[in-house]
């Protein structure tokens, strides 16, 4: 019961949140102004979320650049295609009943039912390649294209920059 509260809380924080000015000045320190106005395409509850996560790094002492940019800009790819809460949910409970399907689902258009599962499977790909013409560097855009990636799939020397981005996203 206390979890099923827990998920309501999270799902109504998700529509309801917005980014206060202070959260917005760090984002802004934090970006450049090509990068700013990416993370400024975000829905308001993104922008918070996306805000929760940076400061959930900071507190917990990381400095890196790219990661704190990451935190920022890792669900920018859903700027492309802005869903509404019934699509949101229709691809969580896909994602949960028929997770087989919801790979053959989440390729071509993000249009109909299945336009929250097609943004689900791209918005990492898409994220990227929105950072990476915005100036983002290589590190960032991998950060950004991976950052729903298993870990047990992924080698290299940012990995633990990724298990951390995940970790503190997942908590916020």
């Known amino acids: 019961m206390k979890q099923a509260l827990y998920r309501l809380d999270q799902f109504r924080r998700a529509y309801t949140d917005a980014p206060t000015k202070k959260g917005l000045d760090l ?10 106005e990416l993370f400024s395409r ?9 805000i929760r996560v940076l400061e959930g790094l900071i507190i917990q002492g990381f400095n890196d650049p790219d990661l704190l940019a990451a935190a920022l800009l890792h669900d920018v790819g ?15 409970l896909a994602r949960k009943l028929l997770p087989k399907k919801c790979n053959f689902w989440g390729q071509g258009e993000a249009t109909g039912i299945k336009a929250g599962i097609v943004v689900k499977a ?7 390649e929105m950072a990476a013409r915005a100036g983002g560097n290589k590190r960032l855009v991998w ?9 047990a799939k992924l080698e290299g020397p940012d ?8 970790a503190v996203e997942s908590a916020n």
């Open 27 to 36: 984002a802004q320190s934090v970006l450049s102004p090509q990068l700013f």
């Open 42 to 50: 975000l829905q308001p509850f993104e922008q918070a979320h996306a």
């Open 78 to 92: 859903k700027a492309r295609h802005p869903l509404r809460p019934m699509e949101r949910a229709v691809a969580v």
């Open 122 to 128: 791209c918005h990492a790909a898409w994220g990227a």
């Open 143 to 151: 950060l950004i294209a991976h950052h729903d990636t298993d870990l």
């Open 159 to 166: 990995r633990v920059l990724l298990s951390t981005l995940q």
